[in-house]
């Protein structure tokens, strides 16, 4: 059972019944359809792949990586560089990282949000996260699916996230790995007024 606040003035409460129902259902209409008022925090991290099933190149992880951030609500101005990484381009890297700077929504009133900043529509998004349209490519990017779960959905606003794993190093695992949740992202007009 859903509990809907509805905040109503002294003036609505002596009013008749119905009118105060009706001015308070745009509070539950708002919660119930996902909105949310949200504003815009940037995040930077460094990002270091390890994994022994699947290589890629520092190219490949950082292309793989702006996919993602993506899916999970970035503003698409995101900047991502590379970082400690040794191999030539196009070159699998041992080690291959990624640096990011980006902007996420943030809810309006949560501790995390920054002061002052202009609030956005925003609405709440089912998202599985998906790195690969060939099963059998996907299969092998298990590991990769595990760090962003443990190192990257930390900086996005995210509820009621679900992870399951079967993950064997040096195994592919079609079907082994799934991270789903549902995320903060803003309205689509709103995302690409920002981002230029």
Not at 35 to 63: E, H, M, P
Request: charged fraction near 20%.
């Amino acid at each position: 059972m859903r509990v809907f606040n509805c905040r109503c003035t002294p003036a609505l409460l002596a009013a008749p019944a119905l009118i105060a129902v009706l001015a308070c259902s745009s509070a539950w209409a708002e919660e119930s359809d996902g909105a949310q008022s949200a504003v815009w925090k940037q995040q930077k991290f460094n990002f270091i792949y390890q994994g022994f099933t699947t290589k890629y190149s520092c190219d490949g992880l950082r292309d793989k990586m702006r996919d993602i951030l993506l899916q999970l609500g970035a503003r698409r101005d995101l900047k991502l560089g590379y970082w400690g990484c040794s191999g030539r381009s196009g070159v699998p890297d041992p080690f291959p990282g990624v640096s990011v700077t980006m902007s996420v929504p943030v809810p309006v009133g949560d501790a995390k949000a920054p002061a002052g900043e202009p609030s956005v529509p925003a609405h709440w998004k089912p998202v599985v996260l998906k790195l690969d349209n060939d099963p059998l490519s996907e299969a092998g990017e298990c590991e990769l699916v595990e760090q962003v779960k443990q190192t990257v959905l930390q900086y996005f606003t995210v509820r009621n996230a679900q992870f399951i794993t079967n993950c064997v190093p040096h195994q592919l695992s079609p079907g082994g790995t799934q991270l789903s949740a549902e995320v903060l992202v803003a309205d689509p007009k709103t995302a690409v007024a920002a981002s230029k």
